[in-house]
T-cell receptor, first 113, second 110 residues
Framework: EAQVTQNPRYLITVTGKKLTVTCSQNMNHEYMSWYRQDPGLGLRQIYYSMNVEVTDKGDVPEGYKVSRKEKRNFPLILESPSPNQTSLYFC????????????FGDGTRLSIL | GQQVMQIPQYQHVQEGEDFTTYCNSSTTLSNIQWYKQRPGGHPVFLIQ?????EVKKQKRLTFQFGEAKKNSSLHITATQTTDVGTYFCAAGGSNYKLTFGKGTLLTVNP
């Protein structure tokens, strides 16, 4: 089954404790991205990747890092999480362009205390 | 950067009533996509519009792309409780990013 898999689905952690949210897709997609969703603000892009080893900032990249060492994986790293990063996070992928239909993962709800 | 304004933010209807959400941009869009997110779920792609004036239908859903390619709408005829969710438009621009509107939350009273 074609899918985007995120882990964990839920996480409660404390300020400053490094965490990684994993994202993996099995569709051989080249374009991948991370979004955060906050009430009243919609979906905002954090980082995106056009292909392996090619990443760039989205609209709200501060406090986040990403890597794209393999085509299927695109982890989101919070080196020193803060409470304002409490949010619902989605990973998405598309075939090879940003303006193609996006396939979203089920989401990761992060709470930073 | 590119901005996409979506209205209304919320819409509550009685089952059987129609519903429309609008998406507007100040710049010409190369294409526009529509997504639906059920409560507690993730956004799911519905449709993509590319051509000026394009109209596409999916059962009770009608999608339109404006002649100037700066606006779009999603119309649902005779809403059902299964239509509940947030509807997002998303615009693809020249900056390698897809920009989402803030969404319209539709609730349906049975």
């Amino acid at each position: 089954e074609a899918q985007v898999t995120q882990n964990p689905r839920y996480l409660i952690t404390v300020t400053g404790k490094k965490l990684t949210v994993t994202c993996s897709q099995n569709m051989n997609h080249e374009y991948m991205s991370w979004y955060r969703q906050d009430p009243g603000l919609g979906l905002r892009q954090i980082y995106y990747s056009m292909n392996v080893e090619v990443t760039d900032k989205g609209d709200v990249p501060e406090g986040y890092k990403v890597s794209r060492k393999e085509k299927r994986n695109f982890p989101l790293i919070l080196e020193s999480p803060s409470p304002n990063q409490t949010s619902l996070y989605f990973c998405a992928s598309s075939l090879d362009r940003w303006d193609q239909p996006q396939h979203f993962g089920d989401g990761t709800r992060l709470s930073i205390l | 950067g590119q901005q996409v304004m979506q209205i209304p933010q919320y819409q509550h209807v009685q089952e059987g009533e129609d519903f429309t959400t609008y998406c507007n941009s100040s710049t010409t869009l190369s294409n526009i996509q529509w997504y639906k997110q059920r409560p507690g779920g993730h956004p799911v792609f519905l449709i993509q519009l590319v051509k000026s004036g394009e109209v596409k239908k999916q059962k009770r859903l009608t999608f339109q792309f404006g002649e100037a390619k700066k606006n779009s709408s999603l119309h649902i005829t005779a809403t059902q409780t299964t239509d509940v969710g947030t509807y997002f438009c998303a615009a693809g621009g020249s900056n390698y990013k897809l920009t989402f509107g803030k969404g319209t939350l539709l609730t349906v009273n049975p």
